[in-house]
């Protein structure tokens, strides 16, 4: 049975950290890239950041470069999403994507709220 389940979400203030992670099973996870996507309150889902399988190369979006940081450990079957300097605006649930040719996976989400 596949599965993703994200955890590390919460409230935190503007300017502090989280890192989210993303626990996969069911499928072999080294052949998988790997997204963060988040969607807030009356937005559509938008990509975050990406981290291929094989060679672990990475890509952001433009609004979390020099703050977010991807990364991946294929031996625990683990993706992560450090997030530093968070900003009000990056409220909102993130979800954990894995996708190999056809096969297209998604977590159920973790609520991140940066609030004072």
């Known amino acids: 049975q596949v599965q993703l389940v994200e955890s590390g979400g919460g409230l935190v203030q503007p300017g502090g950290s989280l890192r989210l992670s993303c626990l996969a099973s069911?499928?072999?996870?080294?052949?998988?890239?790997m997204t963060w996507y988040r969607q807030a309150p009356g937005k559509e889902r938008e990509l975050v950041a990406d981290?291929?399988?094989?060679?672990?190369?990475?890509d952001y979006a433009d609004f979390v470069k020099g703050r977010f940081t991807i990364s991946r450990d294929n031996d625990k079957n683990t993706a992560y999403l450090q997030m530093n300097n968070l900003k009000p605006e990056d409220t909102a649930v993130y979800y954990c994507?894995?996708?190999?040719?056809?096969?297209?996976?998604w977590g159920q989400g973790t609520q991140v709220t940066v609030s004072s």
């Open positions: 069911g499928f072999t996870f080294r052949r998988y890239t």
């Open positions: 994507n894995a996708n190999w040719l056809s096969n297209d996976y």
């Open positions: 981290i291929s399988g094989p060679s672990g190369n990475t």
